[in-house]
């Protein structure tokens, strides 16, 4: 069986590799951008990040576990409150309730998993609307957080976080600089696993996944859970930079899912550097576009639209085609074994 | 009293709401698109109300004489150009492009007539009401959409089950290749049924005009309720989305009975309870 | 001798990167039955997707009384009088077996065939008219999948396996009904897998073997061994 020995099974590429390295020299950099880039700049850096983290969370549930779900501002929202409800009313210091709001928006997705698994499709995405918006009404009757008008985070919990204004400007930033890099690994990381493998034979054919044994159940419930603590987590550190949070902000259908869907579609669906592309693009046409006002909102409308039509997989799926380019490989290749 | 006039409310507005699912119904029935810019077709076809009613000084009423044509017209043009392509075995093509769709409505909407309310204005219509007696009172524009709705599902009824173009349409939703082998069109047979729909959007979008101010960004919430009445009243059954309607209506009434902030939410729980414990609805039809 | 009335032309067909047909050559003349056997995945019923414009191929490559059909859709195809009786009768399941009938009439082809006259080729359907397609019986069903192709008076019916799964007393009921159904001037293309059924209705034969044509000539004038080698490759 000397083909067996010849050749071995690789999941990197010498792009990928010349990629982390190049990927921890950009880290390196983004990690010290307090020291070089100016105080909006440090702001408009966080943004990004938390975007190219909800555009990963969305893409992993709907490029990969077929979830295609227009409601993740419920987990959003739902993660800020509990930020602003922990830090004001049990006196948690804001950056340590991250962890905790990670385990209760997961505890909170099971019983609305078990509920929205039961519609379908594009009846799915519906539903989790719903679930949004079930969230936005129950956060607007919750009086002792300002109701239907929201609330601001009271000065002295905002000091607890650092004494210095660019203090805390640094850590928020660095806070969402680290969720952004937990995202990505976790979906990378998921993704590399057997787990992962099952998840990518579900959506490529998910009669022929279930022949082979692949509780589709299970897995697309994991999945979904996992993606609405990171995404709590993220909404946290959203309202975090912010410091201010009311239902309509914080369960904005525009702001957490259209966005970040228009992100994804035109980065590349189904892949972990669509997301990230279509972030810098995303952020490159607001900077430039941002006076057109509600007009940018239609122009991205109209961009995703004919991408989707056009080319479906993206920028990042045009230039994968054009060059077999894979930064975060997924998929496994047999390659013949080198003699060094 | 106050219990049964919300109730009666509720089963009128029902109406409604069956009138923003029937629609959603149709379509999906027909080539299981779920249009998610539904509701913001609702309201584009309000907007139109209220430039047809400016600017030709016409009834509302009279303007769905324009405003139906126009918008099944749209609904033609729309599948035929746009949606056709992305209906295949792959959800998220419909899904997305429906959602860009909701967003460049909302916003353009929001560019040319702003963010303010509106209404249409139906005159002595607004507020005649029929005396029922024990002191409660049915609008007559509730009644009026209510029988609008009952009549339009009737007539759907007719159409799917009474005539060759439900036949088609039946027979393109079973098997679109032998279909076409029969000599349709699907791209068209699909064409008719967006417009059906978007017909039926139009009547609805008057109708919600006539009733409350609207403004760009209610479409929605539109969808949402008329999702949930299909949900309720069982996927496939057009009578059903009217008990649906009902259902919801009933259940918003009585929440807001209880306290004005839990009307939506009452009705959202009413969904969530009939998805929890008959997740195929109400009265899912049988077949299939 | 006149002209074919469908004439095939170095038809390849392909599904995705799978190439399932190679250069197919094959002609009809009006009024005459044509056999097309082969082995499982020889490519009959791609043949049968590539006429009825079900699968799209080069305009010449199907070419109908002369003219480049090969692109056409599968509606504009059975407007132009082919039909098809479907492998596995694929009837609607929602609609009633009269309705069934119907929408085979709908392309509005005038001719002999109608409802009527269905029903008095197979008196039991008229009985269950009204009854959905899906509660017959598999026999019944072939005779609706029959009907519903005849409805639109078409000048050639394509007929995909049609014994398949059927007791052989219905399959025997069916194909003694043929000769009446193909009498007046229609012309035929049966695929089957059974052959002597096949060959014993048609005039000439193709065989296909691996997405080309291995065989073709009268039925009188070829021997079974002549088959088995075409059909087998042995």
Known sequence: MSAATDHIIVQSSRASRAASIVALLLLAILVAAPWWAGRADLRLFGEIYLYVALACLWNFLAGYAGLVSVGQQAFVGFGGYCLFGMAMFLGIHPMATIPFIFVLGALISVPVAVLIFRLRGAYFAIGTWVIAEVFRLTAAQISALGGGSGTSIPVDIIRSIAASRSGREHAAYWAALAVAILVIACVYLFLRSRQGLALQAIRDNETAAQAMGIDIWRTKFFVYVVTAGLTSAVGALIFLQKLRISPDAAFSVNDWTAFVIFIVVIGGIGTIEGPIVGTIVFFLLRETLADLGSAYLLILGVVAIVVMLRAPSGLWGFVKSRTGLELFPTTRRVVPKHKD | MDWVNAVLQGVLLGGLYALFAAGLSLIFGVMRLVNIAHGDFIVLAAFLGLVVTTTLGMHPLAALAIVVPFMALLGYVLQRCILNQTLGNDILPPLLVTFGLSVIIQNGLLEIFTANPQKLSAGALETASIPLGGGLNAGVLPILTFAAAVAIIAFLQWIFYRTSLGRAFRAVSDNQDIAQLMGLNKSHIFGLAMALSMAVIAIAGIFLAVRTSFDPSVGPARLIFGFEAVIIGGLGNLWGTLIGGIILGVSQNIGAQINPGWQLLAGHIAFLIVLAVRPRGLFPRVDG | ?234
């Open chain 3, 1 to 234: 001798m006149a002209d074919p009335i469908l004439k095939i032309q170095n038809l390849d067909a392909y599904y995705g990167d799978f190439q399932a047909l190679f250069g197919v050559n094959c002609e009809v003349n009006k009024g005459e039955i044509i056999a097309i056997i082969g082995a499982n995945g020889a490519g009959k019923t791609t043949l049968m997707r590539a006429i009825t414009g079900l699968l799209k191929s080069d305009p010449d490559m199907v070419q109908w009384h002369g003219s480049p059909v090969g692109a056409l859709r599968a509606d504009q195809v059975a407007r132009l009088g082919i039909a098809m009786v479907p492998e596995g009768r694929q009837l609607f399941p929602s609609l009633s077996v009269e309705e069934n009938l119907k929408i085979g009439g709908q392309v509005g082809r005038s001719g002999a065939w109608s409802v009527e006259t269905v029903f008095e080729l197979f008196p039991i359907l008229k009985e269950r008219r009204n009854v959905p397609s899906t509660s017959l019986s598999g026999g019944q069903q072939q005779m609706v999948a029959i009907g519903r192709a005849l409805m639109s008076n078409p000048d050639l019916l394509l007929f995909d396996e049609i014994s398949l799964g059927l007791a052989p007393i219905i399959i025997k009921t069916i194909y003694d009904a043929l000769p009446n159904i193909v009498g007046d001037g229609m012309t035929g293309i049966i695929v089957e897998q059974d052959i002597a059924k096949a060959l014993s209705v048609s005039d000439r034969v193709y065989c296909l073997q691996e997405g080309r044509v291995s065989l073709e000539g009268s039925v009188k004038s070829i021997s079974r061994e002549d088959i088995s080698h075409a059909y087998f490759g042995v």
